[in-house]
């Protein structure tokens, strides 16, 4: 057995029952990671089932390339019922850093949670020997001061996961924390808190078999060669609003094992070296004082925001959005500072910021509808609130809501994810590399010829690469989406991965085969029928979510606005009836009825999962 470990851990808070599942038997379908990790979700977690109820599971899967030193393989899927979706139902998240790695070298690929403790407690993961700790003194802790009270207890060199006040609260947006300064959003870290669970410890000594470990390090080093691209080291917004000499690049923050040129790396602001950590673009930029008209905050806010968002464990990407609204609510004077208990008029400062974190964990003025986050607070606010708020917001998150007008895949490829959609990311930096070529040709070589390329290459055909046409994008979504699930089932992260693009290649275009040739070395399978992995999880995924009420009207792109002709808008209106008729060849490309978006049986049957056929 090559890159799997061989067993899952099993935990029922509620009882204390401490178990053992068989990887393999999932693994030969799923891989690992998001495969693994749905298709249990499908077996444990009822519909009916809440986010907060004990039958609910939180679930974590590494794949079989995390410990084994391939590059980028960093990280573990989290599922689960999530919280933070509306109406509650299945989501996932995903954390890198060091404790995916961390939990295999335990010997386990993978944790499955159930159940409520009666009391807070915290799980020890200290090789073959786990155990139920009593958290009473950590509960009511920051995740910060948790994870030094742990690493005093346990020693240095464990890794944890936690959970702030706001998980500990069951605020929807809740993360979950992990050591090296991973978070995981969808509300995991309330779905901790609902069960009593403050933390989990982890210290391994022993690592997974590798089936040809020469082989492995030479794609090693040959992906570290080709990972050099565009750097997107520091957020835009910071650069664009004149305040980038903020910032210091001083380090890389690279994961466990990691060589790979990363958007993640270790930050001086204002040039003290008291303030110094390891950043990456979202934790970074969701606080920015002047982009609020707070040119003389000192710099330590924009340094501390991202550590109170981490302390208390609220998703910063919920923050973001909600800031942005509040600041158009007070501008606008549709809010004001007495009906909500926040000091509007100071928004960009770290006190509007520290009560606007208290208020929400503590339920306190506003804080207690936002709590339950932007998109719910949304319904319960007056019509013009909430037509403040970015049309593209979701439960989880937010997408940019016309990006379909500029790019027609991302209409095909919105619908089909729980929540902001992760697939997107796969385009995303690639689109980031063409569009510096046309603003700045001496900074980006990805050329229109160049992207093209990469688009027969990545996603099927020359055509997709056309982002306003409809040639093309239905198998360009196909292909993204099993890239991306395929990273997500391995373990790769998503920063590093696909390595679509490299300015060290002559033609500039990445290497599409090379995830499953990292695949082949590690475990000695072929990973030539990867695709058909990616097809199956894709199936998985996609019952669940009709499962737990998905229809096809909800595939039909919601955001009316990519319809209209406007001229307030960037791009296209989309043909609504192309888009249809793109959507009824993306189903046939999946197998799916074209009239429902149900997976046919007979597609299921193919799969070797026939067993999910609805009954």
């Known amino acids: 057995m090559y890159g799997w470990m061989g067993k899952i851990l099993n935990i029922d808070l509620g009882t204390s029952e401490i178990s053992n599942i068989d990887t393999m038997p999932y693994s030969r379908k799923y891989l690992g990671g998001r495969g693994i990790a749905s298709r249990i979700y499908w077996e444990k977690v009822n519909p009916e089932t809440g986010a907060f109820d004990p039958e609910n599971h939180l679930i974590f899967v590494t794949g079989p390339l995390v410990a084994t030193g391939a590059q980028g393989a960093t990280r573990m899927a989290v599922a689960g019922k999530s919280p933070m979706a509306h ?3 299945y989501c996932y998240g995903n954390i890198g850093g060091h404790f995916p790695a961390e939990l295999k070298k335990a010997g386990y690929d993978g944790l499955v949670i159930s159940g409520c403790a009666q009391a807070p407690v915290y799980l020890l993961i200290d090789d073959d020997r786990t155990e139920i700790l009593n958290a009473d003194r950590l509960w009511g802790i920051g995740a910060y001061g948790t994870g030094e009270a742990l690493q005093q207890t346990h020693g240095n060199k464990v890794k944890f996961l936690t959970t702030g006040q706001a998980g500990e609260n069951r605020i929807r947006s809740a993360v979950i924390f992990a050591s090296h300064q991973s978070t995981s959003t969808a509300g995991f870290g309330a779905v901790m808190g609902s069960k009593n669970l403050k933390a989990i410890v982890v210290k391994g000594t022993g690592r997974p078999d590798i089936a040809h470990p020469e082989k492995l390090k030479e794609l090693n080093r040959y992906a570290i060669k080709i990972s050099k691209r565009l750097d997107l080291s520091i957020p835009p917004d910071v650069t664009m609003s004149n305040h980038g000499y903020l910032l210091e690049r001083i380090g890389k923050g690279q994961c466990y094992q990691c060589g790979l040129v990363c958007i993640r790396n270790k930050y001086r602001y204002g040039k003290r070296s008291d303030l110094e950590d390891y950043r990456r673009c979202q934790a970074m930029e969701y606080y920015m004082p002047w982009k609020y008209g707070q040119d003389n905050e000192p710099v330590d806010t924009f340094y501390n925001a991202p550590i109170l968002a981490n302390d208390y464990s609220i998703c910063t990407f919920e923050l973001r959005s909600m800031i942005n609204w509040l600041y158009e609510c007070y501008r606008t004077d549709s809010l004001t500072e007495e009906e909500t208990g926040l000091p509007l008029s100071k928004i960009g400062t770290g006190e509007f910021l520290e009560k606007l974190l208290y208020s929400i964990t503590y339920r306190e ?34 997408n940019d809501a016309y990006m379909p007008r500029s790019s027609v895949v991302h209409a095909l490829l919105d619908p089909m994810e729980p929540r902001m959609s992760r697939p997107l990311f796969h385009a995303g930096f690639v689109r980031a590399a063409r569009m510096t070529n046309m603003m700045n040709p001496e900074a980006s070589s990805v050329t229109q010829e160049v992207f093209t390329k990469i688009a027969e290459a990545f996603w099927g055909s020359a055509a997709a690469a056309d982002g306003f046409g409809y040639d093309g994008k239905p198998l360009a979504a196909v292909k993204i989406q099993n890239r991306v699930y395929l990273e997500d089932s391995l373990g790769l992260c998503d920063s590093g991965w696909p390595i679509a693009y490299s300015f060290s290649k002559s033609g500039l275009v990445g290497d599409p085969d090379l995830e499953a040739n990292l695949f082949t070395a590690v475990t000695g399978s072929s990973g030539d029928e990867l695709d058909i992995f990616m097809e199956r999880i894709t199936n998985v995924q ?74």
């Open 87 to 89: 109406p509650e139902q």
């Open 542 to 615: 996609r019952l669940i979510m009709i499962r737990e009420g998905r229809t096809l009207p909800e595939d039909d792109y919601p955001h009316e606005g990519n319809f209209e002709v406007t001229d307030n808008l960037p791009g296209k209106p989309l043909d609504r009836d192309k888009y249809l008729q793109m959507l009824k060849e993306y189903y046939r490309l999946r197998g799916w009825d074209e009239s429902t978006g149900i997976p046919l049986d007979s597609t299921l049957e193919r799969l070797g999962i026939e067993d999910m056929i609805p009954g």
């Open 365 to 398: 003025g506003l804080g207690g509808l936002l709590a339950e986050g932007v998109f719910r607070t949304g319904k319960e606010v007056s019509e013009k609130v909430r037509n403040l708020l970015n049309p593209g917001i979701l439960p989880i998150g937010e």
